[in-house]
């Protein structure tokens, strides 16, 4: 676990011997699952009844439990199926969030495209790499804990 711990602070501060690798992975396929889900996330904090909506439930519930199943199946599958269903996944968020945005402008039109667009990029900016993502979430959980 302390070793864990030490890897997360280099991924953090772009040190971790493979942080080359890392940057690659995350760039080229996570990055893209990690920050629609915290779109989601941010959505359903702020747009509850909407994102309860059956319609946009159809939307983004599979592919959310599809990433579920995913992260919880890494253990069990091997590397390159679990590179390939992330690499699926990875390849289906732009159409899950494009189909997002539609229905909620739809069903609500004080909202526009623009502005969720707007907050989906600024979720993609603060992520940008590794790196940035491991800091945004430690920030995150140390703002959490402050809270308490």
């Given at each position: 676990e302390a070793n864990a711990g030490r890897d997360y602070i280099l991924s953090c501060i772009g040190m971790h011997p493979h942080q080359l690798h890392l940057e690659s992975q995350y760039s080229t396929t996570i990055k893209t699952i990690y920050c629609l889900a915290l779109f989601l996330k941010r959505m359903r904090s702020v747009r509850k009844e909407d994102m309860d909506n059956?319609?946009?439930?159809?939307?983004?519930?599979?592919?959310?439990?599809?990433?579920?199943?995913?992260?919880?199946?890494?253990?069990?599958?091997t590397k390159?199926?679990?590179?390939?269903?992330?690499?699926?996944?990875?390849?289906?968020?732009?159409?899950?969030?494009?189909?997002?945005?539609?229905?909620?402008?739809?069903?609500?039109?004080?909202?526009?495209?623009?502005?969720?667009?707007?907050?989906?990029?600024?979720?993609?900016?603060?992520?940008?790499?590794?790196?940035?993502?491991?800091?945004?979430?430690?920030?995150l959980l140390l703002n959490a804990n402050d809270i308490d």
């Open positions: 059956d319609q946009v439930r159809d939307i983004w519930c599979p592919w959310e439990t599809s990433v579920e199943e995913t992260l919880s199946n890494t253990t069990t599958t390159d199926g679990s590179n390939e269903q992330l690499q699926e996944l990875a390849n289906s968020s732009s159409c899950i969030l494009s189909r997002l945005v539609s229905k909620l402008t739809d069903i609500d039109h004080t909202l526009r495209t623009d502005q969720l667009l707007h907050e989906y990029n600024r979720i993609s900016y603060e992520n940008c790499t590794l790196a940035n993502a491991c800091l945004q979430r430690w920030l």
